[in-house]
């Protein structure tokens, strides 16, 4: 089968890494078989150029990359796209998959994690922010508010969306917005794949604002962000690999 190359951001958080390889490994045993490759653009190895070199020296000519980014923000219109136009590896070919958002099985995830912190659907005295990245790219964000403004109607909370960088509101004005129209309790929801800075950030921020609040962790291994890689993967063109259930 043809070679899944999944690519992340990088960080210099360690945390960060050792989230995407358990998320993989995860994919691993959803699709035995299926020869599975972790990398990232930046910060932390392997690099994606290191990664497709290495499959071209094994004697691959097709390979799929497949962005474990939750919008098509910076990194998947711009960074992306560079490092592959910077490859000059003949004869191989790549084929690029989808970005990971929006997707119900992203939602799916985020919610498994609210409900690991005990936070459940149904309880209108509780107040949800969806706390995501942030991007200059305005659609991207739009998709957050899009997120949070389906939750609200088909969940019973009120929930807001709210950005640790690049854009507003923050954590404390969606804190005081839901306060505002009703929520005794506050929780945050992750919108992050995976730990690090900016979900730190938005943790204490929360904290700042509110002691008792009900924080879920990021993404990370959930079984949906990796059935949603392996679908952007047979997606790509690639053949369907089988998954077990």
């Given at each position: ?20 390889a358990g998320l993989l490994d995860v994919v691993r045993s959803r699709a035995p078989g299926l020869d599975v490759r972790g990398a990232f653009l ?201 998954v077990r259930t």
């Open positions: 089968m043809t070679p899944l190359v999944a690519v992340a951001h990088g960080s210099r958080d360690p945390r960060s890494a050792a989230s995407v930046d910060l932390s190895a392997p690099l994606l150029v290191d990664v497709l070199a290495g499959l071209h020296g094994e004697g691959h000519r097709r390979v799929v990359v497949a962005p474990l980014l939750l919008g098509r923000a910076f990194h998947a219109r711009v960074d992306l796209p560079a490092l592959l136009a910077s490859v000059d590896l003949p004869g191989l070919s790549v084929s690029v998959a989808d970005v990971l958002g929006p997707s119900p099985l992203l939602e799916a995830a985020a919610l498994r994690r609210l409900a690991d912190v005990g936070v459940t659907p149904g309880d209108p005295s509780v107040g949800v922010v969806l706390a995501a990245t942030g991007s200059s790219h305005a659609p991207a964000n739009a998709r957050v508010h899009e997120v949070a403004r389906g939750w609200s109607r088909r969940h019973g909370w009120a929930v807001a969306a709210a950005f640790a960088s690049a854009t507003t509101p923050d954590v404390r004005t969606a804190i005081a917005d839901l306060r505002a129209r009703g929520a005794r309790r506050i929780a945050v929801a992750s919108w992050f794949l995976a730990p690090g800075l900016l979900p730190d950030r938005v943790a204490a921020e929360a904290r700042a604002a509110v002691p008792d609040v009900r924080i879920a962790p990021p993404l990370g291994n959930a079984v949906e962000v990796a059935d949603l890689v392996l679908e952007r993967y047979s997606t790509a063109g690639a053949d369907r690999p089988r």
